[in-house]
């Protein structure tokens, strides 16, 4: 297995508030990664640090290769009061390479539609971003981060709130994109997702709890003491 991203020893955070303690994990190349634990145990930050939008405080951080990672939010408030059809939210996945004052080229427009129509959102191409449904924003916001093209994609939760026929598209698109050579980290709250990656990370309070092949790592006792469940009577 050759890694994409490793971390070492790796601390990051917030001002005043320290969140992930000394983490020492490894991301596989062409393959996806699912990144599971509670509520506040720290999965949006390891997104944000591994596409370097959240710096380091102590370790290190490397990638294999030099591009850009794609990082695929959920929905925020600012970009759905923003004027912008969904054309222009996945033409804006271009503005990394195209530069954001640079007309798109004839295949940055082919990606675009490309992306959008994987994602089975051609027909709300010229509507409002501000006025579809979650499920609609969420496929919009995935195309965006195909639309980029890059090495390495980030999705935090990209599941969430979705029907099972959206999110069995999106478990398709990415494994499509894993096969083709995209190495993918998802951060989801979906253990039968987790599941069905390749290589799963658990953490907790900010810490890696374990990682490893699915069925190594998410055995019921971890998931019980993890999530700290009762056990079943
Ligand atoms: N912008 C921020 N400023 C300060 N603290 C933050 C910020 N974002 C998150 N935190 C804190 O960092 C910790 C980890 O948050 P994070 O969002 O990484 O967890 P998570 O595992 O993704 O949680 P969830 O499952 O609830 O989405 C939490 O204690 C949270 O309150």
């Given at each position: ?15 005043n ?52 990672p ?5 929905r925020?408030?600012?970009?759905d ?13 271009r ?126 006792r ?12």
């Open positions: 297995m050759q890694p994409q991203v490793v971390l070492d020893r790796v601390s990051a955070g917030y001002a508030r320290s969140v992930l303690k000394q983490l020492t994990l490894c991301v596989p190349s062409f393959a996806i990664t699912a990144v599971v634990g509670p509520n506040g145990s720290g999965k949006s930050t390891l997104l944000g640090v591994i596409a370097g939008v959240i710096p380091v405080t102590g370790g290190s951080l490397e990638h294999r290769t030099p591009g850009r794609s990082l695929v939010v959920q925020s408030k600012a970009a009061a923003l004027p912008l059809t969904v054309r222009d939210a996945v033409a804006m996945g503005w990394g390479r195209r530069g954001l004052w640079r007309g798109l080229s004839r295949r940055d427009r082919d990606v675009v539609d490309a992306s959008m129509d994987r994602l089975g959102i051609t027909s709300l191409a010229h509507r409002q971003l501000g006025e579809l449904s979650g499920g609609q924003r969420q496929r919009a916001l995935v195309a965006q981060g195909l639309a980029q093209e890059a090495d390495l994609l980030l999705l935090d939760e990209p599941s969430t709130g979705l029907d099972a026929t959206a999110r069995r598209l999106i478990a398709d698109v990415l494994a499509e994109m894993a096969a083709q050579g995209v190495t993918i980290v998802q951060v989801t709250h979906d253990l039968e997702a987790a599941g069905a990656a390749e290589h799963v990370v658990v953490l907790q309070e900010g810490r890696l709890w374990a990682e490893g092949a699915p069925v190594e790592v998410l055995t019921d971890a998931v019980e003491r993890v999530w700290r469940l009762p056990g079943r009577v």
